[in-house]
């Protein structure tokens, strides 16, 4: 089955201890992203991935790292985790960037106290 | 000025009726826009996606582009209460590397 996996699915956490959000497609995706969603401020993208070693910000990277060192696999860290840092992520692949669909993952609600 | 606008809503129709959903975006270089649909504790899936101006129709769904006044909006007709969700009005800018999401309307079909 085509999907986007992510892991762990909820989380709570407490300020300063480092965490990894993982994100998995089976699909052979060239393009990656990192959304957060956040209440009356929608989905805001946090990094992109072009391809394999291709990152790059998106509007709100602060607080945030990713890596790109396989095609299928686009983790989320957060070295020093923050009470507002507290929101809903979504991985989302698609084919290219210039794909229309991106397929998205089933999110990780993060709680940082 | 948010990137992409959205009226919160809720926006309330009975079952049956035209739900009318609105988009306003910023960037009048952008190309390409989309409709997602978000169900309550789930992910955002893709419903429409249009780049030309006028009409799009796909089943109950018809979106609809007018760039010189930079709006998009959705249609779906003979609304059901199943399409009671979140809409997510998406925008691809002039250099296509990032999709830029409105907050989203409420949308609840009564029966």
């Known amino acids: 089955e085509a999907q986007v996996t992510q892991n762990p699915r909820y989380l709570i956490t407490v300020t300063g201890k480092k965490l990894t959000v993982t994100c998995s497609q089976n699909?052979?995706?060239?393009?990656m992203s990192w959304y957060r969603q956040d209440p009356g401020l929608g989905l805001r993208q946090i990094y992109y991935?072009?391809?394999?070693?291709?990152?790059d910000k998106g509007d709100v990277p602060e607080g945030y790292k990713v890596s790109r060192k396989e095609k299928r696999n686009f983790p989320l860290i957060l070295e020093s985790p923050s009470p507002n840092q507290t929101s809903l992520y979504f991985c989302?692949?698609?084919?290219?960037?210039?794909?229309?669909?991106?397929?998205f993952g089933p999110g990780t609600r993060l709680t940082v106290t | 000025q948010k990137e992409v606008e959205q009226n919160s809503g809720p926006l309330s129709v009975p079952e049956g009726a035209i739900a009318s959903l609105n988009c306003t975006y910023s960037?009048?270089?952008?190309?390409?826009f989309f409709w997602y649909r978000q169900y309550s504790g789930k992910s955002p899936e893709l419903i429409m996606f249009?780049?030309?101006?006028g009409d799009k129709e796909d089943g109950r769904f018809t979106a609809q582009l007018n760039k010189a006044s930079q709006y998009v909006s959705l249609l779906i007709r003979d609304s059901q209460p199943s399409d009671s969700a979140t809409y997510l009005c998406?925008?691809?800018?002039?250099?296509?590397?990032?999709?830029?999401f409105g907050a989203g309307t409420i949308l609840r079909v009564k029966s």
């Open positions: 989302a692949s698609s084919l290219t960037i210039d794909q229309y669909e991106q397929y």
């Open positions: 960037d009048r270089g952008s190309q390409s």
């Open positions: 699909m052979n995706h060239e393009y």
């Open positions: 998406a925008v691809k800018g002039e250099y296509g590397n990032k999709l830029v």
């Open positions: 991935s072009m391809n394999v070693e291709v990152t």
């Open positions: 249009i780049y030309s101006n």
